[in-house]
Antibody
Framework: QLQMQESGPGLVKPSETVSLTCTISGGSIISSSHYWGWIRQPPGRELEWIAT???????YYNPSLKTRVTISVDTSKNQFSLTLTSVTAADTAVYYC??????????????????WGQGTMVTVSS | DIHLIQSPSFLSASVGDRVTITCRASQGITSYLAWYQQKPGKAPKLLIY???TLQSGVPSRFSGSGSGTEFTLTINSLQPEDFATYYCQQLNGFPFTFGPGTKVDIK
């Protein structure tokens, strides 16, 4: 059974860069059927999709974060990562990695995040 | 961006009740809508994708309907483990967006 686990620094100072990694086990990131994404949730608030990546490196970003975010894949380690630059208190959140199941439909695919990591808290504070 | 509005924001219900949550999109998204359940301190769990397809392993008391701009999540015979926050998400195109959530609490 596929499992996903986020890792990151926990505490970051304002204006710094935070890097998060998602390690996949029980399955391969090199899947023609799946995409991989990052979603975050500030304390007590709603979910926000950040970015999605395919194993060949093809990526999609939320325009609200695009200038500060990079998503990348390391197939040799079965991992994908998120880098967020110039962080502020507004970036304080639980960051989740998740698999886009890309369920097959009669006329294409239906996206939905079907496997999630447990989340890693990132706090931006001096 | 496509904006989603959920109603109600909060509802209080009893075990055995039938509960309906609505999600409205700011523009048509055909059937590219998913529903998630989230419990405190936990990651969201996929319930429904494609507006009405039940994810494997999800109890059949959960159902989804709708297309275009209006969607519904229904929970028949609410169980104690169903008290949680429910989110809709549109996946019609990037950026994917989530609704603000509906918290289902015990009456």
């Amino acid at each position: 059974q596929l499992q996903m686990q986020e890792s990151g620094p926990g505490l970051v100072k304002p204006s710094e860069t935070v890097s998060l990694t998602c390690t996949i086990s029980g399955g391969s990131i090199i899947s023609s059927s799946h995409y991989w994404g990052w979603i975050r949730q500030p304390p007590g608030r709603e979910l926000e999709w950040i970015a999605t990546v395919y194993h060949d490196g093809g990526s999609y970003y939320n325009p609200s974060l695009k200038t500060r975010v990079t998503i990348s894949v390391d197939t040799s380690k079965n991992q994908f990562s998120l880098t967020l630059t110039s962080v502020t208190a507004a970036d304080t959140a639980v960051y989740y990695c998740a698999r886009d199941g890309r369920f097959q439909a009669s006329d294409g695919y239906l996206d939905a995040f079907d496997v999630w990591g447990q989340g890693t808290m990132v706090t931006v504070s001096s | 961006d496509i904006h989603l509005i959920q109603s109600p924001s909060f509802l209080s219900a009893s075990v055995g009740d039938r509960v309906t949550i609505t999600c409205r999109a700011s523009q048509g998204i055909t059937s590219y809508l998913a529903w998630y359940q989230q419990k405190p301190g936990k990651a969201p769990k996929l319930l429904i994708y494609g507006a009405s397809t039940l994810q494997s392993g999800v109890p059949s008391r959960f159902s989804g309907s709708g297309s275009g701009t209006e969607f519904t999540l229904t929970i028949n015979s609410l169980q104690p483990e169903d008290f949680a926050t429910y989110y809709c998400q549109q996946l019609n195109g990037f950026p994917f967006t989530f609704g603000p959530g509906t918290k289902v609490d015990i009456k």
